[in-house]
């Protein structure tokens, strides 16, 4: 045992690492990245906590562990079922529900890695490499951006809360997706002076910018676990006593946030170009994928992710999914022409293609420019 303690993670046992990495695997994907803590996997372990913070010396060391022996290969999975969806007609595409899970664990390690200096050091190299694998053999733009698109959506299909790849898959079959379509649907969507939907968060309530610019640094820089009253008020420079007056206790707070955020996301009345055409749908994707919008997008993952494990939040998500779904289902009444399902369908698979694309975009190193508008012709579609 004493031989244990002196030794560095990587000098540590097979068995000892094994023993290490199976608790912490079971706490990520059953509480997430913030619950893992050198306590409650030297418990699960049985080793003392001494021992393991001599070993590993910080949480981010165990999440590093995960990806590196886990949950690398796991993208490296979802990446390659992506590739399966471009070059197969949906029948032939095979998505094992068992490893799920796993999938959910792995993009979850993607949006905290900026996070964790042990995450930031590997993980967008090995996320680059494994794209670059993949896509350097596309023949053109439109291919390299199409195979970019669909990872966008299963990524954002594995970090939506309650989201299953075999029910998206549906929209697949729904639209005959076969492969190549991209290529051939004819003409070019022209839209007249259509600006980005701004990210800016409406004022409601007592929730002032103020709360609202504190709530968004603060889980943008740390996460939801960060986000504490007494924080936010100090960032926001409101006396303590007055938040807590407001919302008595911090799930209250961030699930207003939450909700509040979800809005730039989810809202149909912000995107209800978004089924009739393709070019303004490239929009307001983009528009999350800016630059000087790092910190928005991070919150928005960050809120997104924590909501798979709080109910609170996860209460908020799916009010705020709802509540936009109704919308939807309003403005389609004006539209008799359009097959219902297959919108609501093309709705919610906008909003995990723009979860996706952001979390690639935050974990990439480099940049490039995408040409979208053939993907989502047929993968938003026009009309039915």
Known sequence: MNDRKSDSPSDV?????????????TILM???PDAVHLGAVAAAAGFSFEELEETFGHPGELLHLAWERELRHEFDLLVSQAVQIMSRTPGDVNV?????????????????????????EVVPFDVQRILYRY?????????????RALIGWLVGIALEPGS???DSLQLLKEIGWTPGCWRVVDGDDE????????????????????????????????????????????????????????YGRQEYLVGHYLKLV????????????????????????????QPDVQTRRRALLECVLASNFHPHLASAYSTAAEEALMDQRLALLLHPELDVRIARLRFLASRQLTLGLAVLEDAELEKQQRVWRPFLRVFLGVSD
């Open 135 to 147: 896509e350097h053999d596309a023949m053109d733009s439109a291919d390299r951006s199409t195979l």
């Open 262 to 289: 979800l809005s730039l996301l989810f809202s149909y009345r912000r995107f209800e170009w978004l089924m009739s055409a393709p070019a303004v749908a490239a929009m307001r994707i983009e528009v999350w994928l």
């Open 13 to 25: 046992s097979g068995g000892t690492l094994d023993g290490v990495l199976s608790p912490v695997m």
């Open 191 to 246: 839209v007249e002076s259509t600006p980005p939907v701004p990210l800016v968060f409406d004022e409601v309530g007592e929730m002032s910018q103020e709360i609202l610019g504190a709530c968004t640094r603060i889980i943008a820089q740390g996460g939801l676990a960060r986000a504490t009253l007494l924080r936010i008020a100090r960032m926001a420079g409101y006396p303590p006593e007055v938040l807590y007056g407001l």
């Open 96 to 120: 094992d529900p068992r490893v799920g899970q796993r999938m959910r664990a792995a993009v979850h390690l993607l949006v905290v890695a900026h996070r964790f200096d042990e995450l930031r």
């Open 30 to 32: 059953e509480a997430g």
């Open 164 to 166: 299953r790849f075999s």
